[in-house]
């Protein structure tokens, strides 16, 4: 029976090629572009779930609720945490520390420097916490011994250019010689926390050994670590959140009472820590929302070609009618003509997935430069993404193959055989509500496109406040270089094309943590926490930040160590009416500063645009608070030979470290990443959108034409002309269109709105995004159906009238 289907499916398919092009084409789109969003989606969700304890695994979160209404939260905790944790609650099984002193290290093999910006220092228990396949080594031993250390397969080729270099050297200034005890292969990029190089936590050095029992927590002058433990079993979750007020008492007490801990599940992490501070800005981190919205737009895609295919397949009721009516006569049964049209359905479907496989190897390299992963299709691979596409087709086949196959089974025989469809009023309402949803979730999409589109063109048009192009930020890496900065700068001015060279602990823009101190004024009731910068004098002429009272620091003298510019919001949130000549008293790690303001700067935004501009006190270099750590060079012209030649000044003054440069305005772009994929996404997913909704429209349009031919004759033998056909024909299709539009139009205001709100800084939502959006649509339908109405009013009507079909 099934294979008779199959024959019947296949020759019907053969003999309406039209049609069937129609359908596989939008089908071969939807699966393999909602197939790739799944695999996106999928991916996400799957961050750190390859760890056979993930799923009992949490990072202990320390919150600070000094702000009762909205309460600090970091990733990292007391060095004490973790191991006093396994200690005191019977429902841990154990607990691993990560932590680094400082952002990179260098070390020596053979007399060749290597730089390290992916490394901690951990203890023994981080591979009974975490899987990760060893290549080389004892995973059980291979961080029990002091001065042992780790290395990635990347990190053991880099090195040594080999993975078998257990029992090799390395030699790094302050940690001493460490020996390589075990290579484990490269951590999958599906982890929030990624490493190249661990080194033993070296218990027996009294650094290390005085960090066990602090409980102090600040995270501008805390020791602390990234702490994860494990429970015994995942539902020992509630009764140790139940104690952790105990253990919070005991072990802050009275001196830190607004100091909490929380647990954060290991998996939740990637995606669930938006609102959370780090230290170091070194753990991975996704967008929720952004897994909400591919989401849709996979659905989405789902439903406009499964719209597609009802409508292209009822609108074939006619031309089937008769056979129907003999199958039926010749004692088929309803379910048996239910049954053969589904199995069209699939078998169509089915076509379109073989033939997506080959779209989606194509098309991976350049999903992979959107999203950043990556995705690829080969015969190897291949079982990973067949799931996903058959679940999809199987979706789409039974979901739009369903109400054609009932309805081509619910006609009479005795009108099937006249060659007359029943229902005709019912199903040409439904056709007007399929093309209706269409293009009401293509508008939707349009939409979102542009929205998305002004808002990335604002970020990067935007005035921050400071100069973003053209220049080159290289990190201090050499306490040498600290030292004789004056000569370096001096230098880096030589190179031609450089106009200015500024020195800086931070820039705006910056990568990784901003220092911040509590600061108050003689005026204000609180401590307010403000960001802290150090700048020396030539910082605002190579920014060019506007200077709006007082004066900037002084060139060529020392004396304004414990000077202060505020910005406007700094300003206003101290109470200082009248900044210039007044003292603010800033807690630094090693007690309070005494400092006067000098100087007032407009605000500029020093950090995304997510965020609102903060206060911020900008001090002068030799500030007592944080050292320089760049340069910035101004420069013009060929950026390559810049860095070529400022590349031989750092060496003449750091031989240790490589140098790490970046220019400004490609750093602060990074900020963005998730939208500016979001954004091409969006484009992608809108053409995709529209052009299989234009499939359909001209398939219903042709339909249309071709039932109304004889009445087109007759209405140019009366004395229509081409116009007047081609607005009958139009009229219907664009009323619905603007149907479409109305429905859409709210919704891509709510959906965007909530989009927006992630900025501190957006475009608004104008009227002219959704008449753009409405138009775009208008001419894309009427395009797509001018194509058909055109030919049908130059065809002469006697040929027409001459047809008795």
């Known amino acids: 029976m099934l294979n008779n289907y ?193 080194v033993s936590t070296a218990y027996t050095e009294p650094f290390w050994k005085n960090q066990l029992d602090n409980w102090a927590f600040d995270m501008e002058s805390s020791i602390v670590s990234y702490t994860y433990v494990v429970l015994k079993s995942k539902e020992s979750l509630a009764a140790v959140t139940d104690k952790l007020p105990a253990f919070e008492r005991l072990h802050f007490g009275t001196s830190q009472p607004n100091v909490k801990i929380e647990l954060q599940p290991l998996r939740d992490i990637y995606l669930h820590s938006a609102d959370v501070s780090e230290q170091h800005k070194i753990t991975r981190s996704g967008s929720l929302s952004y897994i909400y919205i591919f989401s849709s737009m996979a659905v989405f895609l789902v439903l406009i070609v499964s719209v597609n295919y009802v409508n292209l397949a009822t609108t074939r009721a006619m031309s089937r009618s008769r056979e129907i009516g003999v199958r039926k006569v010749a004692g088929a049964k309803r379910r048996q003509l239910i049954a053969q049209y589904l199995t069209e359905s699939f078998a169509i479907t089915a076509v379109a997935m073989l033939i997506s496989l080959g779209v989606m190897d194509v098309a991976f390299p350049y999903f992979n430069q959107i999203t950043g992963r990556d995705f690829d299709l080969r015969l190897a691979t291949i079982t990973e993404y067949l799931p996903g596409l058959i679940t999809i087709s199987a979706v789409i086949g039974l979901g739009a193959g369903s109400y054609p196959a009932l309805y081509l089974a619910g006609l009479k025989p005795v009108l099937s055989l006249r060659g007359k469809a029943v229902a005709t009023g019912s199903q040409g309402s439904l056709r007007q509500v399929l093309v209706i949803t269409q293009f009401a979730l293509s508008i939707l999409m349009i939409i979102s496109t542009i929205v998305v589109g002004r808002q990335m063109n604002y970020i990067q048009t935007k005035d921050l406040g400071f100069l973003r192009d053209n220049l080159m930020v290289i990190d201090i890496n050499s306490g040498n270089v600290r030292e004789k900065f004056e000569t370096v700068k001096n230098e880096y001015l030589k190179i031609q094309g450089v106009s200015h060279v500024a020195t800086s602990s931070r820039v705006p823009g910056e990568w990784k943590n901003i220092t911040q101190l509590y600061a108050r004024s003689e005026n204000a009731v609180d401590s307010l926490n403000l960001y802290f910068m150090g700048f020396d004098e030539d910082m605002l002429d190579t920014y060019r930040f506007r200077l709006s009272e007082g004066r900037f620091f002084n060139k060529n003298t020392r004396s304004d160590s414990t000077s202060v510019l505020l910005n406007r919001t700094a300003v206003k949130a101290l109470s200082l009416t009248e900044p210039i000549g007044k003292q603010i008293s800033l807690r630094s790690p090693d007690g309070m500063v005494r400092a006067t303001v000098i100087g007032v700067l407009e605000d500029f935004n020093f950090q995304s645009l997510h965020a609102r501009i903060e206060p911020i006190a900008i001090a002068a270099w030799n500030n007592p608070i944080q050292s320089i750590d760049y340069f910035t060079l101004k420069f013009s012209g060929d950026a390559t030979k810049i860095v070529e030649k400022a590349t031989s000044v750092h060496e003449r003054f750091d031989e240790r470290s490589p140098i790490e440069f970046h220019f400004l305005d490609q750093q602060l772009q990074t900020f963005y990443d998730a939208e500016k994929r979001a954004s091409m996404i969006f484009q992608m997913g809108a053409f995709l959108s529209i052009f299989v909704a234009c499939l359909g429209l001209s398939g219903l349009a042709a339909y249309n034409i071709q039932r109304r031919m004889k009445e087109l004759g007759i209405r140019k033998i009366l004395g229509a002309n081409s116009s007047q056909l081609f607005v009958l024909l139009s009229t219907s299709f664009m009323r619905q269109i603007l149907i479409a539009f109305v429905i859409a139009a709210p919704l891509a205001w709510f959906s965007m709105r909530e989009w927006l709100e992630a900025f501190q800084y957006r475009v608004s939502l104008g009227i002219g995004v959704f008449l753009i959006s409405g138009i775009v649509a208008f001419l894309v339908a009427l395009v797509t159906i001018s194509i058909r109405t055109v030919i049908a009013t130059r065809t002469n009507p006697v040929n027409t009238l001459r047809n008795n079909d």
């Open 6 to 198: 199959l024959k019947t499916a296949i020759r019907f398919l053969f003999k309406n090629k039209g049609y069937a092009l129609l359908n596989i084409s939008g089908l071969i789109i939807g699966i393999s572009f909602s197939c790739m969003l799944y695999t996106y989606v999928k991916y996400e969700l799957s961050f750190d779930s390859f760890h056979h304890k993930s799923d009992r695994t949490f990072r202990v979160m320390t919150i600070d609720a000094s702000d009762v209404t909205a309460p600090a939260r970091y990733n990292v905790a007391p060095i004490p945490v973790g191991p006093e944790l396994v200690k005191n609650f019977p429902e841990a099984e154990t607990a691993a520390r990560l932590y680094r002193f400082i952002g990179q290290v260098v070390f020596n093999i053979n007399g060749e420097n290597f730089m390290e910006r992916d490394w901690y220092m951990t203890d023994s228990a981080f591979f009974d916490v975490f899987d990760y396949e060893f290549l080389h080594g004892d995973r059980a031993s291979a961080l029990r011994q002091p001065s042992s250390i780790v290395l990635s397969e990347a990190a053991a080729r880099q090195y040594f250019g080999a993975t078998d270099v257990v029992g090799r050297i390395l030699d790094r200034t302050n940690l001493g010689p460490l020996k390589v005890t075990g290579v484990f292969k490269n951590p999958p990029v599906n982890t929030h926390l990624y490493f190249n190089v661990l």
